[in-house]
């Protein structure tokens, strides 16, 4: 199957041997809960690498958590522009995929462009949105806050300012701050953002 040209541009695109001649009625591997899905390089905080094992039972339960809160449903379109080696890029490719959802993915150039990833989001209509605080504050610095408006905005991986938490929750639909080191499998709390708080939690 060929890459999109957008994918390939680019990029030198490499054939894996063993994908070559595979049966596609192939019977697919019994997966178990106990299996690897993934392993993720961190520092965490510590400064020192090290791998962390991601299994199939962490990260299904993670999903199953996040689909109850904040929430995702089969009409939802998750706008993804977040890097594979970002532990938070598996609830915007998994998440969807178990719900019935949609996912829009934001290429490079969406990605470092502020600009253009607001129009991706509005020719796509989205509805949910994660990122970092970093992020939104630059999308408040180009002034299209319109854009925020339908979005269920789950903003996490740094701290999140109480200026620019009161700030974005008068203009989306939903604000979320999330925190969880990559050892508890992305996200481990949760707080929806009421407007009220003298803190972020």
Not at 1 to 16: K, S, W, Y
Not at 44 to 59: A, D, F, M, Q, Y
Not at 121 to 143: D, N, W, Y
Request: negative net charge; charged residues 20%.
């Amino acid at each position: 199957v060929a890459l999109p040209a957008g994918l390939a541009d680019g990029r030198a695109v490499l054939t894996l041997p063993e994908l070559q001649g595979v049966d596609a009625h192939a019977t697919l591997p019994d997966v178990h809960p106990d299996d690897l899905a993934y392993v993720l390089y961190t520092s965490g905080s510590t400064g020192e690498p090290k791998g962390v094992r991601i299994l199939h039972r962490n990260l299904v339960n993670f999903l199953c958590s996040m689909r109850e809160a904040p929430g995702c449903a089969r009409d939802d379109v998750l706008c993804s522009a977040t890097t594979l080696s970002f532990d938070i890029a598996a609830l915007e490719l998994y998440l969807p995929l178990i719900c019935g959802a949609q996912v829009v993915i934001a290429d490079d150039a969406e990605h470092r462009d502020p600009e253009a990833l607001c129009r991706l989001i509005e020719r796509h209509r989205c509805t949910m949105f994660q990122t970092t605080p970093s992020l939104m504050a630059l999308l408040q610095e180009v002034g299209r806050t319109q854009v925020l408006a339908p979005l269920r905005l789950l903003v996490g991986g740094e701290a999140l300012p109480l200026p620019l938490a009161r700030t974005l929750h008068g203009q989306c639909r939903e604000l979320w701050n999330m925190y969880g080191p990559t050892e508890t499998t992305v996200w481990s709390s949760l707080h929806r953002i009421d407007g009220g708080e003298n803190a972020v939690p």
